[in-house]
Protein backbone atom coordinates (compact mmCIF):
# COMPACT_ATOMS: atom_id res chain seq x y z
CA UNK A 1 0.00 0.00 0.00
CA UNK A 2 1.55 3.34 -1.37
CA UNK A 3 1.61 6.15 1.57
CA UNK A 4 2.22 9.42 1.14
CA UNK A 5 2.91 12.71 4.06
CA UNK A 6 1.74 16.09 3.13
CA UNK A 7 2.42 18.61 5.34
CA UNK A 8 4.42 19.34 8.75
CA UNK A 9 5.89 15.68 9.58
CA UNK A 10 6.37 16.79 13.25
CA UNK A 11 2.70 18.34 13.29
CA UNK A 12 0.90 16.73 16.62
CA UNK A 13 -2.28 16.42 14.49
CA UNK A 14 -2.33 13.95 11.81
CA UNK A 15 -5.33 13.25 9.22
CA UNK A 16 -5.13 9.88 7.61
CA UNK A 17 -7.20 9.11 4.24
CA UNK A 18 -7.67 5.84 2.60
CA UNK A 19 -8.18 6.95 -1.70
CA UNK A 20 -7.70 5.79 -4.89
CA UNK A 21 -6.66 6.59 -8.24
CA UNK A 22 -9.35 9.24 -8.43
CA UNK A 23 -8.89 11.02 -5.55
CA UNK A 24 -5.27 11.61 -5.73
CA UNK A 25 -5.39 14.59 -7.76
CA UNK A 26 -7.60 16.26 -5.42
CA UNK A 27 -5.56 15.66 -2.38
CA UNK A 28 -4.13 19.07 -2.81
CA UNK A 29 -7.40 21.23 -2.95
CA UNK A 30 -8.32 19.24 0.32
CA UNK A 31 -5.73 19.90 2.15
CA UNK A 32 -5.55 23.61 0.68
CA UNK A 33 -9.48 23.68 2.03
CA UNK A 34 -8.16 22.54 5.72
CA UNK A 35 -5.66 25.15 5.83
CA UNK A 36 -8.19 28.26 5.20
CA UNK A 37 -10.10 26.87 8.13
CA UNK A 38 -7.62 25.75 10.77
CA UNK A 39 -4.55 27.49 12.05
CA UNK A 40 -2.78 24.61 13.97
CA UNK A 41 -0.20 22.84 12.04
CA UNK A 42 -1.39 19.24 10.92
CA UNK A 43 -0.09 16.43 8.27
CA UNK A 44 -2.17 14.23 6.35
CA UNK A 45 -1.32 10.73 5.39
CA UNK A 46 -2.67 9.04 2.37
CA UNK A 47 -2.89 5.16 2.02
CA UNK A 48 -3.29 4.46 -1.92
CA UNK A 49 -5.37 1.21 -2.07
CA UNK A 50 -5.40 -0.96 -5.40
CA UNK A 51 -8.79 -2.71 -5.21
CA UNK A 52 -11.27 -0.14 -3.97
CA UNK A 53 -14.12 -2.09 -3.12
CA UNK A 54 -12.02 -5.42 -1.77
CA UNK A 55 -9.62 -3.36 0.42
CA UNK A 56 -12.37 -1.09 2.14
CA UNK A 57 -14.96 -3.25 2.63
CA UNK A 58 -15.64 -4.64 6.19
CA UNK A 59 -16.73 -7.84 4.76
CA UNK A 60 -18.08 -9.54 1.61
CA UNK A 61 -21.05 -8.23 -0.07
CA UNK A 62 -22.64 -8.42 -3.58
CA UNK A 63 -22.25 -5.98 -6.10
CA UNK A 64 -25.15 -3.19 -6.51
CA UNK A 65 -23.68 -1.81 -9.27
CA UNK A 66 -22.05 -3.27 -12.00
CA UNK A 67 -20.31 -6.56 -11.68
CA UNK A 68 -17.51 -6.26 -9.19
CA UNK A 69 -18.75 -7.89 -5.84
CA UNK A 70 -17.43 -6.05 -2.44
CA UNK A 71 -14.64 -8.08 -0.50
CA UNK A 72 -13.49 -8.10 2.98
CA UNK A 73 -10.37 -6.43 3.06
CA UNK A 74 -11.07 -3.77 5.50
CA UNK A 75 -9.40 -5.50 8.62
CA UNK A 76 -5.76 -5.69 6.17
CA UNK A 77 -6.35 -1.98 5.69
CA UNK A 78 -6.59 -0.89 8.83
CA UNK A 79 -3.53 -3.25 10.42
CA UNK A 80 -1.35 -1.21 8.01
CA UNK A 81 -2.88 2.18 8.66
CA UNK A 82 -2.40 1.12 12.97
CA UNK A 83 1.25 0.20 11.89
CA UNK A 84 1.58 3.52 10.53
CA UNK A 85 0.11 5.62 13.55
CA UNK A 86 2.83 4.34 16.35
CA UNK A 87 3.51 7.50 17.77
CA UNK A 88 0.65 7.73 20.40
CA UNK A 89 1.81 11.55 21.38
CA UNK A 90 0.47 12.56 18.21
CA UNK A 91 -3.21 12.72 17.82
CA UNK A 92 -4.84 11.16 15.09
CA UNK A 93 -7.96 11.66 13.15
CA UNK A 94 -9.77 9.14 9.76
CA UNK A 95 -11.46 9.96 7.52
CA UNK A 96 -12.49 9.54 3.63
CA UNK A 97 -15.24 9.92 1.13
CA UNK A 98 -17.90 7.33 -0.73
CA UNK A 99 -16.70 3.56 0.24
CA UNK A 100 -13.26 5.36 2.20
CA UNK A 101 -16.09 7.31 4.69
CA UNK A 102 -18.10 3.70 5.40
CA UNK A 103 -14.45 2.26 5.73
CA UNK A 104 -13.48 5.26 8.48
CA UNK A 105 -16.17 4.75 10.25
CA UNK A 106 -16.04 1.27 10.47
CA UNK A 107 -12.19 1.44 11.76
CA UNK A 108 -13.67 3.67 15.14
CA UNK A 109 -15.67 0.47 16.11
CA UNK A 110 -11.91 -1.18 16.18
CA UNK A 111 -9.72 0.55 17.52
CA UNK A 112 -9.49 3.98 19.91
CA UNK A 113 -6.81 5.39 18.03
CA UNK A 114 -9.12 7.75 16.13
CA UNK A 115 -10.01 10.94 18.15
CA UNK A 116 -12.79 11.73 15.79
CA UNK A 117 -14.65 10.61 12.18
CA UNK A 118 -14.51 12.55 8.75
CA UNK A 119 -17.06 10.18 7.06
CA UNK A 120 -17.69 12.43 3.58
CA UNK A 121 -21.07 10.52 1.73
CA UNK A 122 -19.69 7.48 3.30
CA UNK A 123 -21.64 4.59 1.57
CA UNK A 124 -24.11 3.36 4.09
CA UNK A 125 -26.46 1.71 2.14
CA UNK A 126 -23.45 -0.86 2.77
CA UNK A 127 -25.23 -4.38 3.49
CA UNK A 128 -24.95 -5.23 7.18
CA UNK A 129 -23.90 -2.15 8.57
CA UNK A 130 -26.36 0.08 9.82
CA UNK A 131 -26.93 -3.31 12.08
CA UNK A 132 -23.36 -3.55 12.83
CA UNK A 133 -23.64 -0.42 14.29
CA UNK A 134 -26.74 -0.99 16.19
CA UNK A 135 -24.73 -4.21 18.16
CA UNK A 136 -21.29 -2.32 18.47
CA UNK A 137 -19.75 0.65 20.49
CA UNK A 138 -17.69 3.30 18.41
CA UNK A 139 -14.75 4.21 20.30
CA UNK A 140 -14.14 7.65 18.80
CA UNK A 141 -15.41 10.87 20.39
CA UNK A 142 -16.73 12.81 17.08
CA UNK A 143 -18.08 11.54 14.29
CA UNK A 144 -18.87 13.92 11.08
CA UNK A 145 -21.56 12.68 8.65
CA UNK A 146 -22.92 13.94 5.37
CA UNK A 147 -24.79 13.33 2.11
CA UNK A 148 -25.32 14.98 -0.86
CA UNK A 149 -28.72 16.03 -1.24
CA UNK A 150 -29.66 14.24 -4.41
CA UNK A 151 -27.87 10.88 -3.53
CA UNK A 152 -30.50 9.12 -2.34
CA UNK A 153 -32.46 9.26 -5.45
CA UNK A 154 -31.55 6.84 -7.42
CA UNK A 155 -32.96 4.49 -9.27
CA UNK A 156 -30.59 1.83 -7.84
CA UNK A 157 -32.75 0.07 -4.89
CA UNK A 158 -29.86 -0.36 -2.74
CA UNK A 159 -28.28 2.97 -3.10
CA UNK A 160 -31.18 4.39 -2.41
CA UNK A 161 -31.54 3.49 1.47
CA UNK A 162 -28.03 5.63 2.11
CA UNK A 163 -30.60 8.45 3.33
CA UNK A 164 -32.66 6.76 5.66
CA UNK A 165 -29.26 4.80 6.75
CA UNK A 166 -27.24 8.00 7.67
CA UNK A 167 -30.38 9.98 9.30
CA UNK A 168 -30.61 6.27 11.12
CA UNK A 169 -26.77 6.03 12.00
CA UNK A 170 -26.95 10.05 13.22
CA UNK A 171 -29.95 9.31 15.50
CA UNK A 172 -28.28 6.25 16.82
CA UNK A 173 -25.01 8.08 17.56
CA UNK A 174 -26.54 11.20 19.05
CA UNK A 175 -28.52 8.34 21.55
CA UNK A 176 -25.40 6.83 22.60
CA UNK A 177 -23.85 10.60 23.51
CA UNK A 178 -21.22 10.47 20.61
CA UNK A 179 -20.94 14.34 19.22
CA UNK A 180 -22.38 13.63 15.41
CA UNK A 181 -23.47 16.04 12.92
CA UNK A 182 -25.25 15.44 9.83
CA UNK A 183 -24.58 17.92 6.75
CA UNK A 184 -26.54 17.65 3.92
CA UNK A 185 -24.84 19.06 1.21
CA UNK A 186 -26.27 20.18 -2.59
CA UNK A 187 -25.57 17.75 -5.56
CA UNK A 188 -25.05 14.00 -6.46
CA UNK A 189 -21.88 11.76 -5.23
CA UNK A 190 -19.85 12.99 -7.18
CA UNK A 191 -19.88 16.93 -6.31
CA UNK A 192 -17.04 18.47 -4.90
CA UNK A 193 -15.81 15.68 -2.96
CA UNK A 194 -12.59 17.31 -2.05
CA UNK A 195 -14.45 20.09 -0.56
CA UNK A 196 -16.77 17.59 0.97
CA UNK A 197 -14.06 15.87 2.71
CA UNK A 198 -12.10 18.91 4.41
CA UNK A 199 -15.45 19.92 5.69
CA UNK A 200 -15.51 16.79 7.25
CA UNK A 201 -11.73 16.91 8.68
CA UNK A 202 -12.57 20.66 9.73
CA UNK A 203 -15.68 19.74 12.09
CA UNK A 204 -13.98 17.11 14.13
CA UNK A 205 -10.37 18.88 14.49
CA UNK A 206 -12.49 22.41 15.49
CA UNK A 207 -14.50 20.44 17.68
CA UNK A 208 -11.69 18.74 19.54
CA UNK A 209 -9.75 21.88 19.96
CA UNK A 210 -12.81 24.17 21.25
CA UNK A 211 -13.22 20.91 23.86
CA UNK A 212 -9.81 21.28 25.34
CA UNK A 213 -9.65 24.80 25.33
CA UNK A 214 -12.68 24.77 27.49
Known amino acids: MEVREYGNKTARIVLVQPVGD ?3 KLTEHEIAAIREGYSEEFMMVTFKVDDWNRELSPWEAPAV ?3 ENFGCGAADTLREIIRYCEDRTKTYY ?3 YSLAGLFALWAAYQTDLFRGVAAASPSMWFPGF ?3 MREHEIRSRRVYLSLGDREEK ?3 PVMATVGDRIREAHAMLRERTIECT ?3 NEGNHFANADLRTARAFLWVMQGERDRLSE
Open 22 to 24: HDE
Open 65 to 67: FGR
Open 94 to 96: IGG
Open 130 to 132: AGY
Open 154 to 156: TRN
Open 182 to 184: LEW
